[in-house]
């Protein structure tokens, strides 16, 4: 097998990288030459004490690693495949108390409760009223003159909505929880100005709030979602700090995801008109699927190798990290048919952007795919004629791929 045109110290999760671009020509030559490729870091660079990190770029490959948590942990190094080089270890172990740093059997203990907030009828009960608030959304954004900044003007708000509802957050404290969440993942661009002990602090504020709703709860029962998720001590519950780091992970994996999903949406259409009018025509049931395909809103994810295996013509050694390109995974041409075209119309749609399968599968998915649904009929029915008006500016991240600013204009 020759050898991927990628330069030798290509790293796929330095910050100022994802900055500018997702490598989406780097990752192709590695599904042909190299789908298990060792990318070297200096040591620390990521905040682990080795050497670097296998880079899984093919779909098949990503699933697997997905749905073998006996072989690959979530748990060990935590899913986040790089942190600031100055983190101390503690800091990082910290972590394993959120979900997504969790493995089976006590990832299997606490999402069995949480998936509580998620099923089909919680889901169909903020239905109408996540709708209404999508129409708002758009009518304030169509109201405005001139060009605007479609993320701040309508991606971040449905998102940030939708999570509080679910959990009953009431509206005077939801600009905190977005303020919190937007610190916690922008430590890399130096245009915040946030370090990484702001964003320790801002998850700290977080998890507090989040704490105190529940000792609230477990001291007064309502009927609400927390009540569920804490106070129901014969069907299993959450402790205080289970409930607070399981809406720190809401607050990004719920409200920054998918807030980049809608951004990276819209921008896919704008970039693609005939998409645009087939979308304000004929409104698809595959919409939201192929934009979270296209949008890939996280980028990659790690786990580390719990024993010595085999992946993809590799030897993976135990303690090794290993890293999952969704992006790299959601443009396979062994499984999408011209996967560099955006196509509303997709399916089927076997992408990975919701996760790989397996345990950590995307315990939000069914509220994620309504909310692009309604915001993006909210805006097709508002704003038709919606166009571009600047480039959209990236965030500076080592995982998620993010945008910061994105001018648009009705006129």
Request: with cysteine; aromatic share 8%; proline share 7%.
């Amino acid at each position: 097998m020759p050898c991927p045109a990628v330069p030798d110290g290509f790293d796929f999760t330095d910050p100022d990288l994802l900055q500018h671009r997702v490598p989406l020509p780097e990752f192709a030559e590695l599904r042909r030459a190299e789908p298990v490729r060792w990318i070297p870091q200096t040591s620390n660079l990521a905040g682990f004490q080795d050497e670097g990190y296998w880079a899984v770029t093919r779909h098949a490959d990503v699933k697997y690693v997905s749905t073998h948590p006996e072989i690959f942990s979530s748990y060990l190094n935590t899913a986040i495949i790089r942190f600031n080089e100055h983190i101390e270890r503690d800091a990082i172990d910290a972590q394993r108390l959120i979900l997504l740093n969790m493995d089976p059997p006590e990832h299997t203990r606490v999402r069995q409760i949480v998936q509580r907030v998620f099923t089909p009828r919680a889901i169909r009960a903020l239905e109408d009223n996540l709708r209404s608030r999508a129409q708002a959304i758009a009518a304030s954004a169509r109201a405005r003159s001139g060009s605007f900044d479609f993320v701040t003007e309508v991606a971040c708000e449905l998102p940030l909505q939708a999570i509080a509802e679910l959990i009953g957050i009431p509206q005077d404290d939801r600009a905190k929880i977005f303020d919190w969440s937007n610190k916690m993942i922008s430590y890399d661009d130096p245009e915040y100005a946030i370090t990484e002990e702001i964003g320790a602090e801002s998850a700290t504020e977080l998890i507090a709030y989040a704490m105190n709703m529940a000792a609230d709860r477990k001291q007064c029962p309502a009927k609400d979602i927390v009540t569920t998720l804490v106070a129901a001590e014969d069907e299993g519950s959450l402790s205080s700090d289970e409930f607070g780091f399981f809406v720190l992970m809401l607050a990004v994996a719920g409200n920054e995801t998918t807030r980049n999903a809608i951004t990276h949406g819209m921008h896919a259409f704008l970039t693609h008109p005939e998409q645009w009018e087939l979308y304000k025509r004929e409104r698809p049931a595959t919409t939201a699927e192929e934009i979270v395909r296209w949008a890939a809103p996280v980028n990659s994810f790690q786990r580390t190798a719990t024993r010595d295996t085999e992946l993809g013509g590799q030897q993976i050694k135990r303690g090794d990290r290993v890293g999952l390109f969704y992006a790299s995974a959601n443009h396979d041409p062994e499984v999408f048919e011209n996967p560099d075209a955006f196509d509303i119309t997709r399916d089927p749609n076997p992408h990975l952007g919701f996760g790989g399968g397996g345990p950590h599968f995307c315990l939000g998915k069914s509220l994620a795919v309504l909310e692009i649904n309604l915001i993006f009929n909210a805006i097709a029915d508002a704003m038709p004629t919606l166009r571009p008006t600047g480039d959209p500016r990236r965030l500076r991240s080592a995982w998620i791929n993010g945008v910061k600013e994105l001018q648009v204009s009705t006129g």
